[in-house]
């Protein structure tokens, strides 16, 4: 049996009944205020055993920062693949609640429902906070899908269990396709089409490459200050 940094046994048993449940109050619907006018990213670099999270809005036409915000937080739970919400989630939570702006969707960088219970972290993160999320990957969880897109701008559907959860979108010519799978209050189409958006040269959506370089920026500081 799996133990926290702490010792304490973890009842994975218990935890995926907890995550089945929480997959019942994830809305596969449009509940955002539009048209869109901010989005924000939220992403995490570590320092040991400290999780640094950052979360970016930035407006939605530009592309332009308007705020950022971290959070540093010290783990609780181990890496097991498929519970990262556990390990991940805190500390992207505390750090999208210290926004002052109020983005209407956050990009996570993590998986929606594109997962083997159907609440990857930006699932279970949405529930959790009531916002709308949309999970954005670089590694397929769980799924299948008929081919791999060739050219930016193509994607195509992944399935899993007989449902679509997610799509492999090419972003960028030479590059892997990212896995783009509704959250919490959006849809795949709609997902798909900001995530389209929000593509500026990167393989990640600029809110979330944004927010991937100041959690590491935020890394490198502290690592400064404790070498001092």
Known sequence: MPKTPTGRPIDLKKLEALQRRLAEKVILEDRFKQPIRVVAGVDLAFLGETAIAACVAVDYNSMETIEEAFFKHKLKFPYIPGFLSFREGPA??????KLRVKPQVFLINAHGIAHPR???????????????????????????????PKEPG?????????????ALY???????????SPGHKTTLKTAIKIVKKCIRGHKLPEPLQKAHRQANKEKMRLMEKMER
């Open 92 to 97: 992207m939570i505390f750090a999208m609640k």
């Open 170 to 180: 090419k972003s960028k010519k030479g590059s892997k396709p990212i896995i783009i």
């Open 118 to 148: 159907f609440l990857g972290c930006a699932s279970q993160v949405g529930v959790l906070t009531g916002q709308p999320t949309i999970g954005v990957a670089q590694r397929i969880l769980c799924g299948t899908y008929k081919e791999e």
């Open 154 to 166: 193509q994607w195509t559907t992944l399935t899993y269990k007989g449902r679509t959860v997610g």
